[in-house]
């Protein structure tokens, strides 16, 4: 028998919210970042989804409503980053327009470490000693698309705008939920609601498919389900895509794991076009997540 769970009502995932982001302003002592945060700061995904199943929170993910602020956050903790790992990493805040699979161009924030891809480590302990403020929110993981800080917090700095905006780039309705931490506002969907109660992952369509992908698969292993019809959705938008493309496979790959993601491209780099196939990327894949006998 399935285990009965209880979610979070509305009053008590809001004061969740705003005790937890008011817990990680209080750690910016830079007052202009922490100002331009506070009044620019978006909570949403599945950290809302969780409350609301009564599941434990992974991490908190947070976005900001214009680039100067998203800007502005990912510099002071690659600043903080570079001060808790001297002389270990070569590391740049960069602005860039890029076009994604639909044509359009976009203009990105990202964090460049050279000839890493990433910096430092997902596995480092979140254990602190009680007292230890200064260890709290601390960068512990820069990528391109976002900065991963203790406290199971997550500052994705890919994306930014309103809401709306933000979610143009989620695959699944259940997610979209959001909470406007200047407002003190919790926005509850009626569709991303019923999709929470029946367990149904109804895709919205995404720029990121082949991740999409990989999501199914880790919902179907928790419980969910996905009509046949929402599957062919993906595969649809998938099959309208150049996958012999290395540039077009990263790019469809973000919300992939950082870590897996640059495995996967470095795997890819010295294949030739002409033997880049499903069979081939699809072994790589299953030994990168641990899939294969």
């Known amino acids: 028998m399935n285990e009965i769970r209880y979610g979070?009502?509305?009053?008590?995932?809001?004061?969740?919210?705003?005790q937890k982001i008011e817990d990680w302003l209080e750690t910016i002592d830079n007052i202009e970042v922490r100002d331009l945060a506070a009044r620019n700061v978006i909570v949403?995904?599945?950290?809302?989804?969780?409350m609301l199943l009564g599941e434990k929170i992974n991490d908190y993910d947070v976005y900001f409503r214009d680039k100067?602020?998203?800007?502005a956050v990912a510099k002071y903790y690659v600043k903080k980053f570079e001060q808790q790992h001297p002389d270990e990493y070569e590391i740049e805040v960069k602005e860039d327009t890029i076009q994604n699979i639909k044509g359009e161009d976009e203009e990105r924030v990202l964090v460049w470490v050279q000839s890493e891809g990433i910096?430092?480590?997902e596995d480092e302990s979140d254990n602190q000693e009680e007292g230890e403020q200064q260890d709290r929110y601390r960068p512990m993981f820069l990528s391109q698309n976002a900065i991963t800080l203790?406290?199971?917090?997550?500052?994705?700095?890919?994306?930014?705008?309103?809401?709306?905006q933000i979610h143009r780039n989620y695959d699944f309705?259940?997610?979209?939920?959001?909470?406007?931490?200047?407002?003190?506002?919790?926005?509850?969907?009626?569709?991303?609601?019923?999709?929470?109660?029946?367990?149904?992952?109804?895709?919205?369509?995404?720029?990121?498919p082949i991740a999409s992908l990989f999501r199914v698969?880790?919902?179907?292993?928790?419980?969910?389900?996905?009509?046949?019809?929402?599957q062919l959705k993906i595969a649809w938008q998938i099959s309208e895509m150049d996958l012999t493309d290395k540039a077009v496979v990263r790019e469809a790959l973000t919300g992939v794991d950082q870590v897996y993601l640059d495995q996967l491209i470095k795997a890819l780099e010295d294949v030739e076009k002409d033997k880049l196939n499903s069979t081939y990327v699809g072994s790589i894949i299953d030994k990168i997540f641990g899939d294969s006998e």
């Open 173 to 208: 309705a259940h997610a979209m939920n959001w909470y406007d931490y200047k407002e003190n506002h919790l926005e509850l969907k009626s569709e991303a609601m019923e999709c929470l109660l029946s367990r149904t992952l109804l895709y919205r369509g995404s720029l990121y």
């Open 8 to 18: 979070r009502k509305r009053s008590g995932i809001k004061k969740e919210l705003q």
């Open 44 to 50: 949403t995904g599945g950290s809302i989804a969780s």
């Open 217 to 230: 698969k880790k919902f179907i292993e928790r419980g969910w389900r996905i009509s046949a019809g929402e």
């Open 68 to 71: 100067a602020t998203t800007l």
């Open 150 to 164: 203790s406290d199971k917090f997550q500052i994705v700095i890919r994306f930014y705008g309103e809401p709306d």
């Open 119 to 121: 910096a430092g480590s």
